[in-house]
């Protein structure tokens, strides 16, 4: 018995999903929010340093459920092995209502106007997949600004000379400075750089009702306890709700796309939280699950007109899939650096996103967010020992005098770094699960290395006596920041949905998630995928009406 | 997300129960003779000086107890890894890990370091988190490492009590 029919469904609850399941019911629209996660908040990682979203050695709070969730990892050897949400090589984003907006840092950056140009300014490097975007930066820009009101950022960006024209800033003021930005601000002013506050989607002053950070240490990883930090879960999911015609429907696992026989979808079909399969007819369907989820559901969507999934005639589903590679500076100081105010992560540059020499784009480079002390462990220099009095001497004497400047280099696509069906593990439901295969293009390691080197510089400069590097490896990059699998363009021989995020091959099919990303830019995506989503609803709603 | 199975509940329920008699020596997982060999290895990874080192601030019983929870998975390579440990150490010196001097103790620690780099790289990675990761868990016992690094009580504590909550746990 199929379920009554609906609108829209949307399935993922995270970034893209809040916003589009919000824009569409306001519009009028009845929806479904599917979400395979629950609603989640901070009675349920319990600010537990070993259990949260960034450590997750003794668990993953936010999900999904590792019992029902297996990935199967294949390194860049050739060697696969089944992997569970806390391991690194699953490549986990939060599977809850909110996503990964819950816990995240909440750094809100608009891509610059260059990022969405990178072939054509750049060039493509051998064995890379680069491309343009089929939009600039001007078509997202009124997204953005959407975005940053509805949702609520924080920061001032009006130092840095790099960023795209904007017509309006933001709507709140950067909170005050922390101990390490006072250090660092005095340094890159004396080197020329251009330092400034990092936009957030966090409460600097009381906004959308709710009030701002207290400031703690429990930031990145966890749910933000006095409900400061803005993610969909606390904005535009309570506002879709409010209209009435939106659902939010938790513990769902979507099976698969269902098409009638001209092609068109219909609905779709998942096991809800009773582990019942429900049909939902629905006149567009949304997918928001991730780039990875999203991925494999386009690929477990089999039918005649689709024999290798929906939407990959020309075996594009699941391809491209990347993150960001993260090279970091740390700095040793023989003063105090850490004052214990919260979030951490307060300055950037973005003297170095584009304009390097020999070099293919590059990344924005800010301060670290708090690092609890497990994860200080593994921050120690070349020469000291991984354990022993050492060790623990090193502990002791740096753990307050350390600073971590990081940035996440713009990666250059690579063909065969790919999502798939793997053809022997399943999930708990029966479906078979998502195999990740591939590495990193070696010109994103060049570029990291060089970014790496600038923050180096920059903690020289703020006085640091001793400093080293840390550079990513070839492995597949994912994470919380991955995007690319079903690449947004003009061409359905080179790009799986169009211009508007709506599949080349079937009409009603929409993706408003980062899988539509051709390139990632050189900061964190979340904005970006908020505004697309923003965006891409727009096209729906004017679709409907025309 | 499920409700929790019957087994996960009854294992949080006995992790509790572990909790309370955390000082009589009782373990979940663990023999008395593998808790006294793991002893010896957390008291080289994170020693003694001028503040408590790993086994002095519950290295055993948190590796113990998730032993019995979220690394159950890892409970065969503890025991043939402490059994190894053992065998090494009265190869070397004559006798049971726990039974050298500190300075046997290192020699074993630094041979299992290059001999045996799967089961070291695991008790190495569980006594740091034991060590510098809340006590609720087992480890760290009374803050001892927090306060060493300098790391002061939350400024602001927050409405939920997470930290009454855990030490019934």
Known sequence: ??????????????????????????????????????????????????????????????????????????????????????????????????????????????????????KSIYGCPEGSTLEDWPIAYDDLEPFYEKAEWEMGVSGDVAPDPHHA?????????????????????????????????????????????????????????????????????????????????????????????VLDARGRATGVTYFDAADHLQTQP??????????????????????????????????LVGRNLQGHAYPKAVGLFDFDTYDDVGPGASIAICDFNHGNPGL?????????????????????????????????????????????????????PVFEARVELDPR?????????????GGRHPHSIEVARFVAAQAERWLREAGAIRTWTEIPGLDLSGGQHQAGTCRMGNDPRTSVVDRNCRLHEVDNVYLADASVHVTNGGFNPVLTILANAYRVSAAMVKERHA | MPKPSRRSFLAGALAGTAACRRDDGARLVLTAQEARTLEAICDQLIPDDQDPGAAAAGGVIFIDRQLAGPYRRHQRAYREGLAMADALSRKMFGKRLADLPAEQRLQVVKRLERDARPFFQLVLAHTMQGFYGSPRHGGNRDYVSWRMLRVPASPVRGRIQYDLRSRQE
């Open chain 1, 1 to 118: 018995m199929a379920l009554p029919p609906v609108d829209a469904v949307v399935i993922g609850a995270g970034a893209g999903g809040g916003v589009a399941a919000k824009e569409l019911s306001t519009a009028g629209m009845r929806v479904a929010l599917l979400e395979r996660g629950r609603w989640a908040g901070p009675w349920d990682d319990r600010k537990d340093d070993l259990a949260n979203q960034r450590t997750s050695a003794l668990g993953a709070p936010f999900g999904p459920d590792p019992a029902r969730n297996p990935r199967v990892a294949v390194d860049h050897n050739g060697r696969e092995r089944v992997v569970l949400p806390a391991d690194g090589a699953y490549s986990n984003n939060a599977a809850c209502v909110g996503s990964g907006t819950v816990s995240y840092g909440a750094m809100a950056w608009r891509y610059m106007a260059q990022d969405f140009r990178m």
């Open chain 1, 425 to 437: 593990t399943r999930d708990f439901w029966g479906m078979p699960v998502a195999r990740l295969s």
């Open chain 1, 360 to 412: 293919r784009g590059g990344a924005m480079l800010a301060n670290e967010f708090i690092r609890l002390p497990i994860q200080f462990v593994g921050s120690t220099p070349p020469g000291v020992p991984r354990w022993g009095r050492a060790h623990k001497d090193f502990m002791r004497q740096f753990y307050r005098r350390s600073i971590p400047v990081m940035g996440p280099v713009q990666e250059m």
């Open chain 1, 165 to 257: 024209p904007r017509r309006r800033g933001l709507p709140m003021p950067p909170l005050p400075p922390n101990r390490e930005y006072e250090i660092l601000k005095p340094a890159a002013l004396r080197l020329g750089w251009h330092p400034f506050d990092i936009p957030m989607l966090r409460n600097s002053v009381p906004y959308n009702g709710r009030g701002p950070c207290m400031r703690c240490r429990w930031c990145v990883g966890f749910a933000c306890e006095v409900n400061a930090k803005n993610g969909t879960h606390n904005t535009v999911i309570p506002a879709a709700m409010a209209t009435g015609l939106c659902e939010v429907r938790t513990g769902c696992m979507v099976k698969e796309i």
């Open chain 1, 282 to 315: 629905a006149r567009l369907v949304v997918v928001c699950a991730g780039a990875i989820e999203t991925a494999r559901l386009l690929l477990g969507s089999r039918s005649r007109l689709h024999p290798r999934g929906l939407g990959n005639r020309y075996d």
